[in-house]
């Protein structure tokens, strides 16, 4: 059950900055004896103060709701130890491996195979259970050892619509082709596999038949 405690109890103050965004800091550090990731979404001095802390706020919330509907559907997340939504601020596990972009450069086809029909599987649980990841790339997954961690649901949302599914399936497939042109093809085709065992050939068809929709629009975009 996620709990909301009061401001100062998450002080992101005991480790060391692993990543700083356009919204957020990642700070690994531990918390209460566990190794934790604290994401600290900063105020914005372009903001009014008022709308910057009740947009942070917000966000707080539904990353921490969006983390649980994962791990709810049966998608590996990191375990949320602490919300604080006047702190802006999440306590999660820190999930020890290797990022999927960097696996992906020393993978066997075998193992890049295997990956990407994991991608697909967990891709299709969450749409299966109304989520759109919203950044799916190989940047947010962590491989350790044979299990696969979806991270960062910043940019989550609840939603059922097909073009929002198709969106995710699209965003992954830019970043294969651009970054991982080598395994692109094979693991394009392994994630469509992966995503069909569970959602079913139906709706796999139908999620592809938006997706180039959506890749034919963009390409009279840029024709106009």
């Not at 972009?101 to 891709?123: I, M, P, Q, T, W």
């Not at 830019?174 to 569970?198: C, D, R």
């Not at 139906?202 to 963009?218: K, M, P, Y």
């Amino acid at each position: 059950m996620i709990q909301s405690t009061s401001h100062g109890e998450a002080e992101p103050l005991l480790g060391r900055l692993i990543y700083r965004g356009a919204e957020a800091d990642l700070v690994r550090g531990k918390w209460q004896g566990l190794e934790a990731v604290f994401k600290l979404r900063k105020p914005l001095p372009y903001r009014h103060p008022v709308l910057d802390d009740a947009i942070r706020r917000f966000r707080t919330l539904r990353e921490a709701e969006m983390i649980h509907s994962a791990r709810t559907a049966g998608v590996l997340a990191p375990h949320l130890y602490l919300v604080d939504p006047p702190g802006s601020t999440l306590v999660m596990e820190f999930v020890r491996g290797a990022r999927l972009k960097d696996v992906l450069s020393r993978a066997s086809g075998k193992e890049a195979s295997r990956l990407f029909e994991s991608v697909g599987r967990n891709a299709a649980k969450l749409h299966g259970a109304g989520i759109m990841h919203g950044d799916l790339t190989t940047a947010n997954m962590i491989v350790r050892g044979r299990d696969l961690y979806f991270i960062d649901f910043g940019l989550s949302l609840h939603t059922s619509r097909l073009e929002d599914h198709a969106v995710d399936i699209r965003l992954i497939k830019e970043t294969l082709v651009g970054a991982h042109s080598e395994v692109s093809s094979l693991a394009l085709t392994s994630l469509v596999k992966g995503y069909s065992t569970v959602a079913g050939p139906e709706r796999c068809r139908a999620v592809i038949r938006q997706l180039r929709n959506i890749e034919r629009r963009g390409r009279y975009a840029r024709l106009d």
